[in-house]
Each structure stands twice: as C-alpha cells, then as structure tokens.
C-alpha cells in the first residue's frame, strides 16, 4: 500500500506541477524515469511496467513509452504492443513516440501496433504516412494486409490526408488485397465523388490484373449514383473488354 502511495503521489507531482521556477522540464524527466525504473523493478518486466503506468496513467502512457523505448529500446516490441493494448486511445501518440524514438522500422511499427489493437487501425496508418510519407506506399500494404476486414477505412483515411496520392493509394492496396476493392471503391467514392473516373479506372485495371471479377466494382459505382455510361467509358480505360463490361453491367442489374 505505501508503495503505492508513493507512486501515485510522484506520478500526480509530475502531471499537476505547474510553478516553473520548483519544477523544471529535465527535473520533470527525472522524475519519470525514477518512477519507471521502480515500476520495473516492482513489476518484473518493462512490458508489466508499461501495461501497469498507461492503465493507471493513460495521459502519460507516451511520455513513459518514450523514456521506456531509451532504457530500453531492444525491447522495444513489447513495450509499444503493451502501452497499446493497456491504452487503445492514446494510440496515435504511442505510434508517434515509437516513430520518434528511431528503435524500429516505420512498418515494423505499423504492424506491431495494428496488431495490438486492429480498431485503431486508422489512426496508426495516418500518423505514420505523416512520419514518413516516403513510405506511403509500404504503409499501405502492410496495413491492409495486417487488417484487411479494414481496408476501405485504411484507404479513405490516407486518401483523404493524401489525396493527391489516391490513385497510388487505391492501387496498392487493390494489389495487397483485391477482394474487398468492391468496399474501397465504395468508401472512396463517398468522399470523392468528384473523383469517379479515378477511382473507378484504377479499381478496374488492379481487378483484372489480379484476376479477380470487375461485377463488384461497377456494382459499387453503380450504387454511389455512376451512371452506365460513365461506368463503361471507366472500366474501358482501366482495360476492360467490351464484354467484360457488358457482363459485369448484367450482372449489376440483375444483382
């Protein structure tokens, strides 16, 4: 019990602090290192450690990733999938922080923290291409692939951060994981509409190089208001056949 008295007390003296002049910023470092070097020694595990400070603490769950991830970076796996799974909401700046400390790889990030907590997917995707968006494209297919169910939440949330990158969004993500581009399709075109003939194209074109059946991407244009027409002079530039179209159009109708 008084040991638990004493962290809370010196965890509150970090968080409520705010006389500049009695508490500086290196002091305040000083402190939560100290508190986390006892929470490990209490806890027996930097992961219980971490797991224990973000569920107790959950404002401070990145700070303590951060100054965790210097102690301790080799295990640096297990001390972002711990924060994460203790404290889903502070995702985003637990990814961030991980992003920061330079420990690992972006993706390698990426993975291991849609895998802690898959419903926080979108944000996970959105903080790491704003990290690194020279990676966009990698972020992408390991983030679909990791979660393909979320797929279509993946590609809107990037789209719309990146919209001039659409295209190499919708595509990539086609190529990773092209049986759901009939759901991708449909979460693009609710917030592009403007930008059919894009999305449609691309979709088109990444379904018959994989193989796959064009019928439930037209049926997802046809169901966000594409006319026939259009649908047909898109999937033609995607590389569709005339018969090809006319059949996926059947079908659509008779779906």
Same mark, same amino acid.
């Given at each position: 019990?008084?040991?638990?008295?004493?962290?809370?007390?010196?965890?509150?003296?970090?968080?409520?602090?705010?006389?500049?002049?009695?508490?500086?910023?290196?002091?305040?470092?000083?402190?939560?290192?100290?508190?986390?070097?006892?929470?490990?020694?209490?806890?027996?595990?930097?992961?219980?450690?971490?797991?224990?400070?973000?569920?107790?603490?959950?404002?401070?769950?990145?700070?303590?990733?951060?100054?965790?991830?210097?102690?301790?970076?080799?295990?640096?796996?297990?001390?972002?999938?711990?924060?994460?799974?203790?404290? $889903?909401?502070?995702?985003?700046? *637990? /990814?961030?922080? =991980?992003?920061? &400390?330079?420990?690992? #790889?972006?993706?390698? +990030? %990426?993975?291991?923290?849609?895998?802690?907590?898959?419903?926080?997917?979108?944000?996970?995707?959105?903080?790491?291409?704003?990290?690194? $968006?020279?990676?966009?494209?990698? *972020? /992408?297919?390991? =983030?679909?692939? &990791?979660?393909?169910? #979320?797929?279509?939440? +993946? %590609?809107?949330?990037?789209?719309?951060?990146?919209?001039?990158?659409?295209?190499?969004?919708?595509?990539?993500?086609?190529?990773?994981? $092209?049986?759901?581009?009939?759901?991708? /399709?449909?979460?693009?075109?609710?917030?592009?509409?403007?930008?059919?003939?894009?999305? %449609?194209?691309?979709?088109?074109?990444?379904?018959?190089?994989?193989?796959?059946?064009?019928?439930?991407?037209?049926?997802?244009?046809?169901?966000?208001?594409?006319?026939?027409?259009?649908?047909?002079?898109?999937?033609?530039?995607?590389?569709?056949?005339?018969?090809?179209?006319?059949?996926?159009?059947?079908?659509?109708?008779?779906?």
């Amino acid at each position: 019990m008084r040991k638990q008295l004493i962290a809370a007390f010196t965890i509150a003296f970090i968080t409520t602090s705010t006389n500049a002049s009695l508490q500086t910023s290196s002091e305040n470092d000083e402190l939560r290192e100290t508190f986390f070097k006892r929470q490990v020694q209490q806890n027996a595990s930097v992961g219980r450690a971490i797991r224990s400070i973000a569920s107790h603490y959950p404002q401070e769950a990145a700070s303590f990733v951060e100054i965790a991830l210097t102690q301790y970076p080799e295990k640096h796996r297990e001390i972002i999938f711990s924060a994460i799974s203790a404290q $889903p909401a502070a995702t985003e700046d *637990i /990814v961030q922080a =991980a992003l920061d &400390s330079g420990v690992s #790889s972006c993706l390698d +990030i %990426v993975e291991l923290a849609i895998m802690a907590e898959p419903s926080y997917v979108d944000f996970v995707v959105d903080v790491a291409a704003e990290s690194t $968006p020279d990676e966009l494209d990698e *972020i /992408v297919r390991v =983030a679909v692939m &990791s979660q393909p169910d #979320s797929a279509d939440r +993946i %590609v809107q949330t990037l789209a719309k951060s990146h919209p001039n990158k659409l295209v190499n969004i919708l595509s990539t993500a086609m190529n990773a994981v $092209p049986l759901v581009g009939e759901y991708m /399709v449909d979460a693009l075109l609710a917030v592009f509409p403007n930008k059919a003939e894009e999305v %449609v194209t691309t979709a088109v074109r990444e379904s018959l190089i994989q193989n796959s059946e064009i019928e439930s991407i037209m049926s997802a244009a046809q169901n966000a208001g594409i006319t026939n027409g259009e649908l047909r002079s898109y999937a033609m530039k995607g590389g569709a056949t005339e018969t090809q179209i006319s059949k996926a159009l059947t079908t659509s109708i008779i779906d």
